[in-house]
């Protein structure tokens, strides 16, 4: 039975859908509803059954919204049933570059349904990407618009703390959704003019003068119990050519200016830099050291939490830049805990870059991988935005719409995880404005993908 209510003259069906379902399971819902509804209200759920209430004058709203908007999809702020009460979700605005698959509309949207209808006519059969296609083809067909209301509220099913959620995307155990979900997001792409075929653009290793041909990249802030650790790791490094490794000591208040200092005194190849200013982020002290006329050929990152999976990982970094003559590298990582000891989901490969297609993909996930090393004059040419967050992704996929990426699929790299790492555990209010910076990234570089005249 299809509910249908009546909002001053204008009629809306009710559809309850799951964000992952087929594109055949997708069109008979819609049918069954569409018929003389001229909007659709798709309830999604996180989980079958949990609680999902309206709160009074939700729908009469969205429909208001919807009619003085125009907007091919209306969504809004929610609150989430926790153990400790109620608490408000806020979500974000849907920009052009917000092509996420798991951007968060909350669970109550509103469609129209001529417009939908027209989108599912073309949708190809997906058993998993249905809903995200769909959207996708909603927002080249009007505006998703965010209303910033809170409209209803829905029980919290996934009670995991963001550092443990961020890397769902990458489980093996997904990767038949993922699949699917690059083959909708690649069609977007092509529909809008901003697919690239693959990048062949190689680099001339032998540019420019280095004093050695690796530096290891160290920004670091109050990290007294691990940067030790850090610093050791790189210069355990058995390699066949000169490195160094630099420090960029962001005005550390606890003990590790000391123990970089003792650390630079043992050891000629660390180089200890504390920045003039204390303003900048994490992409500013990354441009300080790689601008430094001791930075080698290629610049290697390590954040001051983690360590090198063993003795190889610089050779093999350097190695693939000049076997490949690519402009970036990116290897793949193990997260542990802070005795090293492994952690779900394991290793992170990021095996769904693919050389033909990766350079596009890039844009529909939220992150590339690591250890990142980068080929020193195009970093100084294009530099890293001085923030702390997405920084590199910003680069990679700047990076990509030109070059090519050198991927290494073994583990280089140990990721550890503790409480004392930034996104262990981040409020709504932070994730929201990540999400909202890398959707602003993505959407410039979108732009820059389109057809100019």
């Known amino acids: 039975m299809i509910e249908t209510i009546d909002i001053c003259g204008t009629s809306v069906a009710v559809v309850e859908i799951t964000p992952l379902l087929s594109t055949a399971a997708f069109v008979e819902k819609v049918q069954g509803a569409a018929a003389g509804a001229e909007y659709l209200l798709l309830k999604m759920p996180p989980v079958a059954g ?97 209303l910033p209301e809170t409209l209803y509220e829905v029980d919290r099913t996934d009670t995991r703390l963001s550092g443990e959620k961020q890397f769902d995307y990458v489980n093996p155990r997904n990767r038949e959704v993922q699949i699917e979900m690059e083959q909708a997001f690649t069609a977007h792409l092509r529909a809008l003019g901003a697919w690239l075929p693959e990048r062949s653009q190689l680099i001339d290793v032998e540019e420019g003068q280095f004093p050695v041909e690796a530096s290891v990249i160290i920004p670091v802030r109050n990290r007294e119990r691990t940067v030790a650790d850090a610093v050791r790791s790189a210069l355990n490094q058995k390699a066949g050519f000169p490195f160094n490794v630099i420090v960029v000591d962001n005005h550390s208040t606890d003990g590790t200016t000391a123990i970089l200092a003792q650390l630079a005194l043992e050891d000629a190849r660390v180089i200890h830099l504390i920045p003039a200013c204390d303003t900048l982020g994490i992409g500013g002290c990354w441009n300080l050291a790689v601008n430094d006329p001791r930075c080698g050929r290629f610049a290697v990152q390590l ?117 004392g790492n930034s996104d262990a555990s981040l409020s709504i209010s932070r994730i929201n404005a990540h999400n909202t910076y890398k959707d602003r990234l993505r959407t410039l570089e979108l732009t820059a993908r389109l057809p100019h005249s």
């Open 303 to 419: 954040d001051s939490d983690d360590i090198y999976k063993d003795e190889t990982t610089l050779q093999t970094i350097v190695d693939t830049f000049r076997s490949e003559r690519c402009a970036m590298v990116i290897g793949s990582y193990e997260l542990v805990d802070f005795e090293g000891r492994p952690i779900p989901p394991g290793l992170i490969d990021h095996r769904e870059w693919t050389d033909a297609n990766g350079h596009n993909n890039a844009l529909r996930i939220n992150g590339l991988g690591a250890p990142r090393a980068f080929f020193t004059p195009l970093f100084r040419e294009i530099q890293l935005p001085d923030v702390s967050y997405g920084e590199d992704y910003a680069m990679g996929i700047r990076l990509s719409r030109t070059y090519r990426i050198g991927r290494i699929y073994r583990s280089l790299y140990l990721c550890r995880r503790w409480e």
């Open 50 to 146: 949990c609680a999902l209430n309206l709160y009074p004058g939700c729908v009469h709203r969205m429909v208001q919204v919807a009619r003085d908007s125009n907007a091919a999809m209306v969504y809004s702020d929610y609150a989430e049933l926790t153990p400790r009460g109620r608490e408000p979700h806020p979500v974000i605005d849907r920009q052009f570059g917000s092509v996420r698959d798991d951007f968060d509309f909350g669970s109550v949207v509103l469609v129209k349904t001529r417009v939908l209808e027209c989108v599912l006519a073309e949708l190809p059969e997906f058993s998993y990407a249905a809903w995200y296609a769909a959207w996708l083809g909603l927002s080249r067909s009007g505006e998703l618009f965010h």
